[in-house]
């Protein structure tokens, strides 16, 4: 089983900053694709940003230039620093594994439960 468990969200004012991370555990042999999603409360979730294995990000238009997506492999764990937050940015934050290759030769994609960021004005 694979299990993905986020931290590092909370409350900060505009303008300031956090770090999330998310750890994925289980019996993993690899993850193709890391990536941070956020669903603010009446809207859709959409993704912030996304990292391949070999390093390759991608960006929300709405966050490129102020937050910044890193992982160590190693340790399968995503990161995702949110500088100069704005109170559009407040919303739950879901962290998501893409192609999780499992040492009994399973494959598959999982969710972590979430972690709020709230960002006062």
């Known amino acids: 089983q694979v299990q993905l468990a986020e931290s590092g969200g909370g409350l900060v004012q505009a303008g300031g900053s956090l770090r999330l991370s998310c750890a994925a555990s289980g019996s993993i042999f690899s993850i193709r694709t890391m990536n941070w999603y956020r669903q603010a409360p009446g809207a859709q979730r959409e993704l912030v940003a996304a990292i391949t294995g070999g390093g390759v990000t991608n960006y ?62």
């Open 60 to 121: 929300a238009d709405s966050v490129k230039g102020r937050f910044t997506i890193s992982r160590d492999n190693a340790k399968n764990t995503v990161y995702l620093q949110m500088n100069s937050l704005k109170p559009a940015d407040t919303a739950v934050y879901y962290c998501s594994a893409e192609g999780v290759a499992t040492t009994f030769g399973r494959r598959g994609d999982y969710w972590g439960q979430g972690t709020q960021v709230t960002v006062s004005s």
